[in-house]
């Protein structure tokens, strides 16, 4: 006898709609996501540091305020080591230093965007300076001449930055990789937990390796950059594990959400964060994306940076995500001691029910003499 298949019920329109109009709304955010930061970025309140004789001081930055209004924050110097120092610890990312012998320092491994736009500076400056010189006496034939200085420049290897500023998206996403996996495929939140923690290690040696010993991008320390790159990753690995531990698989939309389309669009990685509206420049550096990429830039070029607060955002969204974890394997703990609990006296009444439904004469019959 041979059976015939049904074909399934043509699926509702009212439900094709709804998933057409989904769809749309997904790709729209992932679109604002991504388009939005450079879309509203803008050259505002780059710090740099300027020192010199008070008058010159006040002219120059008159003269760079009118020409760009509100691009810079000044910052003092008191020479140009001061300057210099400052520029190495991340204070500022460039400087002009005025008096006998003019200069403009730039960093073109703090930015290549900033370091773009200092170096345009150096011709105006040295226009305003020998302006100022002739109105003073000096010979209309003498020029006065701005040296261009590059203080922290890009290695040879890496001359116009794109590695470090490419290598900052892998990151996220590596990170999220590992906690999806581990979140989709391993029951378990310790073993979720041990599985990440073995991933990000052999990646973060791997990808150091790659980065640094392949193509050059990285510099410094190779285990210390190593180490950079395998707590960023178990930041945010760690992180979808442990929502998803004790959420529940949903929890693992908090890759997706929180650190693609929120952290990773904020995290300043192709541009200064101060160009950024405010204040996410300085919110994208509390999420595992932004700190990574700071902290790989300045163990690279910055020695002297302080890197103390960027450590302890990888590691505190690494703890978070441990403490979720652990968290959610107690919880399940007690559920299922619970249901252990319930499941002899579920199987005792089964077996010996108190309330039976049969009559009693048939529950104990009498006796027969």
Do not use: C
């Amino acid at each position: 006898m041979s059976t015939v298949s049904v074909p399934p019920a043509p699926t509702p329109w009212r439900r094709i709609m709804a998933i057409g109009v989904g769809l749309a709304a997904i790709v729209a955010v992932v679109v604002l996501a991504f388009s939005w930061p450079s879309t509203t970025a803008k050259v505002q309140d780059l710090p740099l540091s300027i020192s010199g004789p008070a008058a010159q001081v006040s002219q120059v930055e008159k003269a760079l305020d009118a020409s760009a209004p509100g691009s810079f924050s000044f910052v003092s110097a008191d020479d140009r080591g001061d300057a210099v120092a400052q520029i190495k610890d991340r204070t500022t990312y460039g400087a002009v230093v005025l008096g006998d012998s003019p200069e403009v320092l730039t960093s073109s491994a703090a930015s290549t965007i900033t370091n773009q736009l200092l170096t345009s500076i150096a011709p105006k400056l040295q226009a305003q300076l020998t302006q100022a010189a002739h109105a003073a006496g000096v010979p209309a034939t003498q020029v006065v001449e701005v040296k261009l200085t590059d203080v922290v420049p890009l290695a040879s290897t890496d001359p116009r930055g794109s590695g470090l500023t490419a290598a900052a998206f892998p990151l996220t996403l590596g990170g999220m990789l590992g906690g999806l996996a581990a979140s989709l495929l391993i029951v378990g939140a310790w073993r979720r937990v041990a599985a990440v923690s073995a991933y990000v290690v052999v990646a973060g040696l791997a990808l150091g390796g790659i980065l640094q010993g392949w193509f050059g991008v990285l510099q410094g320390n190779y285990f210390v950059n190593a180490a950079a790159i395998t707590l960023t990753l178990l930041a945010i690995s760690a992180t979808i594990v442990g929502v998803t531990s004790l959420v529940g698989r949903i929890g693992s939309l908090v890759g997706p959400v929180v650190f693609l389309l929120i952290a990773n669009p904020i995290s300043s990685a192709t541009q200064p964060l101060q160009f950024l509206p405010q204040p996410w420049g300085q919110v994208g550096q509390w999420f595992p994306p932004g700190a990574g990429n700071t902290l790989l830039r300045d163990l690279s070029y910055f020695p002297d940076a302080g890197t103390v607060f960027p450590w302890l955002v990888v590691a505190g969204w690494s703890a978070l995500g441990v403490a979720l974890a652990l968290i959610g394997h107690f919880r399940q703990g007690i559920k299922v001691d619970l249901v252990q609990e319930q499941l002899p006296a579920a199987e005792a009444r089964h077996s010996h029910p108190a309330h039976s439904t049969e009559p009693a004469h048939d529950r104990h019959p009498a006796h027969v003499a």
